[in-house]
């Protein structure tokens, strides 16, 4: 089976969102329209192009090195598109199981804690990013309300567990 989804582009070997070397998947569309968005050309749900899942996953799979750690959608949020990021990531834990999965969005964990797409997901960065709170000194996010979310962590224990850098 595969969806159509709205994908403003994807970014290999990116060092800033999440740890190691990256595959950035972003996807198109998000309703927030947060003050001072890094990703402006991101938020217009029409943007970008429309591709199939299983086009989109060729992609990815195209991007992806030896050295590659991790994939993370982005966007927009990736979120306004629930079925495909299911999809999406769903399929690259399947094919790539070494690979860590983080996911932006500006909803908080407890508002979306029970989509189903979380079960595959390592880390969810949750929260708008707020201009008041904007911090270049924060790793992986700009804005002090944001949080890292350990997400098998938090599922199992019940409360919300913040990821911890490895100390290297």
């Not at 990815?60 to 999809?87: E, H």
């Not at 769903?90 to 932006?104: G, H, T």
């Not at 708008?128 to 997400?151: T, Y």
Request: glycine residues 10%; proline residues 7%.
């Amino acid at each position: 089976m595969s969806l159509t989804l709205r994908l403003g582009g994807i970014t290999a070997n990116s060092v800033v969102d999440g740890p190691g070397l990256r595959i950035v998947v972003f996807l198109q569309g998000c309703p927030r329209y947060c003050p001072g968005c890094h990703n402006e050309e991101l938020l217009e749900p029409e943007g970008g192009r429309e591709i199939t899942t299983e086009e989109a996953i060729e992609e990815i799979k195209a991007t992806i090195s030896p050295l590659t750690q991790g994939i993370t959608f982005s966007g927009g949020d990736p979120l306004m598109q629930p079925q495909a990021l299911q999809f999406l990531v769903k399929r690259v834990r399947q094919e790539f199981p070494r690979l860590d999965i983080w996911v932006y969005t500006g909803y908080r964990y407890e508002e979306v804690k029970d989509l189903p797409v979380l079960e595959q997901v390592d880390v969810l960065v949750d929260g708008p990013f707020l201009q008041e709170q904007r911090d270049l000194d924060l790793v992986f996010r700009g804005s002090g309300n944001q949080r890292l979310i350990d997400v098998p962590k938090t599922r199992q224990t019940g409360q919300v567990v913040e990821w911890q850098q490895p100390v290297w």
